[in-house]
C-alpha cells in the first residue's frame, strides 16, 4: 500500500483548505528537495568546478550527481549529453540560437504545432527571421489530434527542425511524438521533442524515442525554479558552438582567441545553480520512488473524476477531447456568460486555485476560437476531496455573477 505523500509536502500542512490544481504550471516541493538545497548551502557551498579544495570538489561531485541522475531518468547514452539551463524555455532557445541559426538558410523550414507553447514558438520565428527560413505549422484536429497525414504533408525534405511538445499544455493530449520523429529523420530533419509537461508525468526514453534534443523544467517535476535540462545527441552538441561565453565554459583564452570545454561544459557558462541542480536530483530521487506507474494510474483516476463532475454541469465546455483518457493530468474549459478570469477569482476565493489566460499558446486559442480558458492541472499528490472542492466551487461560479444554474 503507497504511503501518503502529501504529507511529505510542507506546504499542504500550512494551507491545508487549499486544493492546489495548477501543477502544469509549476508543482510543489515534498521536504526531501527542500532539505536536500539546504544541506547542500549548509555543508558544501563552493563554486563547483573550479577549486581543487575539498569543498569545491564535494560541491563539484553533487552537481555532477545530480547530471547522472537526470541522464537515468530519460536514458541518455551519456551524462555528458545532459546540459543544465534555467528552463525548457532556454533549452529551446539554447537549441535555436547554437543549431538553428547555423545551419538553416533561406528556403528551409522548421514544422512545429499549432499546439506549441511559446516557447517552442518564438525561438524559431527568430532564427525565420534571421536565416529567412520559412515556420510550418501541423494543425490538430479539435480534439488535439495530430493525423499520420498531417504528419505527412507538413514534414516534408524542405524540413530541416521538427519540434514539437509531447503533451500539450492546454490540450492535455500526449502527442505522436514517435511518428514525428521518424518523419523527420526520413527527411534528413533533426527533432525536437518540449517534455515540459511529459517528463514530470511518465518514464521518458530518449533513446527509444530516437530524438535528437529533448528539454524539461525542474519546477514542474518537485525541483527548485530556475533549474532546466538539455538533452542532445552527443554528436550535435560537440559540432554546436556555445549559447553563452565567459567562465568555465573555456579551455583556453588567448588576447584574441578562445578554445571551448568539451560538452556539457561548453553551454554552461559561469557561476552554475548548482543548488538547482542538487534539488533537481532529490527531485528525480522522490519520483523514483513514488513511480511512474502509480503517477499516471493516480492522475487518470482524478482526471475521470473530475470530467465526470464536470459533465453533469450543462454551463461547463471542455476544450479538446471529452474522454478523461484523452487528458494527461490537464483538463481545460470554459464556463458559459463568465470571463476565465472571473471563474479563477471566484474559485480562488473558495481557496481553490487553477490557472486562467491563454496559457502561452495563443495561437493554438485563436485556432480554437478563444481568447481566453481556465485550466485545472493534478498531480499524484492531489486528492479527490481537492476534485471534489474544484467541483463545488464551480458549481457556484454563475451564481456568484447573478446567473442562474
Known sequence: ????????????????EMSYLDNAA???RPRQVLEAVNKFYNEANANPLRGVYELSVKATDEYENAREKAARL?????????????????????????????????????????MEHHSNILPWQMVCKHTGAKLIYMVPDKEGKISDAEIESKITSKA??????????VMGVVNPVEKVIKKAHSVGAVAIVDGAQSTPHMKVDVRAMDVDFFAFS????????GIGVLYGKKALLENMPPFLSGGEMIEYVEEQSATFAEVPHKFEAGTVNAGGAVGLGAAID????????????????????????MA????????????????HGIVTFMV??????????????????????????????????????DRASVYFYNTEDEVDKFITALKNVRGYLGYGA
Open 286 to 309: 522522490y519520483l523514483n520512488e513514488v513511480g511512474f506507474d502509480y503517477i499516471e494510474e493516480r492522475e487518470a483516476a482524478l482526471v475521470k473524476r473530475m470530467m465526470e463532475g
Open 74 to 114: 530519460i536514458n541518455a547514452a551519456d551524462s555528458s549529453e545532459i546540459i543544465f539551463t534555467r528552463n525548457t524555455t532556454e533549452s529551446l532557445n539554447l537549441i535555436a540560437y547554437t543549431y538553428g541559426l547555423a545551419n538553416l538558410h533561406e528556403g528551409d523550414e522548421i514544422v512545429i504545432t499549432m
Open 312 to 327: 453533469e454541469l450543462p454551463y461547463i465546455h471542455v476544450i479538446g477531447g471529452q474522454k478523461p483518457e484523452e487528458h
Open 336 to 373: 458559459d456568460d463568465v470571463h476565465p478570469h472571473d471563474v479563477a477569482t471566484i474559485l480562488d476565493s473558495q481557496k481553490v486555485c487553477i490557472r486562467a489566460g491563454h496559457h502561452c499558446a495563443q495561437p493554438l486559442l485563436h485556432f480554437l476560437g478563444v481568447n481566453a480558458t
Open 1 to 16: 500500500m503507497k504511503r501518503n505523500f502529501r504529507e511529505d509536502f510542507p506546504i499542504f500542512a500550512k494551507y491545508p
Open 160 to 169: 530541416k527542425i521538427v519540434s514539437i511538445g509531447h503533451v500539450s499544455n
Open 26 to 28: 509549476t508543482t510543489q
Open 218 to 225: 525542474g519546477h514542474k517535476m518537485l525541483a527548485p525554479m
